[in-house]
């Protein structure tokens, strides 16, 4: 099954260069990771985050980088340096967080591969900026002021890029992917539930299409 997905892209030097829409992933069981990320990658969204929110993701993310080609496997909800080393060595290939600390800034540039730190706040934009971070993740995105307020940065802070997650759905994704500074959108819409709960990676995989062709 593997020798028919597609080969991964090219490293990037950004997360928001990997794909359009990048699925974020909670894996409870990591028996699940492998058929969910082959039905991901054959939906046409190749980048996968799966969050460290569960004792299952260091291991889900392991099997996908041993097990699936096609796949951009990176690390979520990554808060600590600690866990940059961690992921970095199980196969993550980038890291997002959703928010940031000198520490964990200097963690994530020191590990080799493209990092996405989290905002919420014209002020931590600024501070990222000051740093020469200019790719960002915007969290929790729609609770933060959603499409209005990413608009009302791209005059002031044109330089900025990011990532929305957080309550982005299908109906919302294509706004926000409207915007002058928006790359890509995190989102686990095209992971329901029941989906996930029935191993119905078909149901993934059309879903996952529907999501690739928003970009």
């Known amino acids: 099954m593997t020798s ?19 699925p974020v992933v909670v894996v409870q069981d990591a028996a699940d990771a492998v058929p969910l990320a ?25 099997a996908i980088a041993a097990e699936v080609p096609g796949a951009v496997v990176g690390a979520g909800t990554v808060i600590s340096a600690d866990q940059v080393g961690q992921v970095v060595d199980a196969g993550a290939r980038f890291l997002v967080s959703p928010g940031w600390t000198g520490r964990l800034l200097d963690a994530m540039r020191g590990s080799g591969v493209p990092f996405l730190p989290g905002v919420s706040t ?31 940065l791209a005059g002031p802070l044109p330089q900025a ?52 062709a928003l970009g």
Not at 39 to 61: F, K
Not at 170 to 195: D, F, I
Request: net charge neutral.
């Open 4 to 22: 028919s997905q597609p080969a991964a892209p090219h490293p990037a030097t950004s997360v928001l260069d990997l794909a359009p829409v990048v």
């Open 38 to 62: 082959r039905a991901l990658v054959a939906g046409g969204l190749p980048a996968i985050e799966v969050t460290l929110r569960t004792p299952a993701a260091l291991d889900a993310i392991r």
């Open 122 to 152: 014209t002020s931590e934009v600024v501070a990222l900026l000051e740093q020469g971070v200019t790719d960002m993740k915007f969290f929790p995105a729609e609770a933060a002021g959603g499409t209005p307020y990413l608009k009302s």
């Open 161 to 212: 890029r990011f990532c929305p997650t957080g309550g982005v759905t299908a109906a919302s994704a294509p706004s926000y992917l409207a915007l002058p500074n928006v790359a890509c959108v995190g989102g686990s819409w095209m992971l329901p539930a029941s989906a996930i709960a029935a191993r119905d990676w078909e149901r993934v995989r059309s879903l996952a299409a529907e999501a690739a």
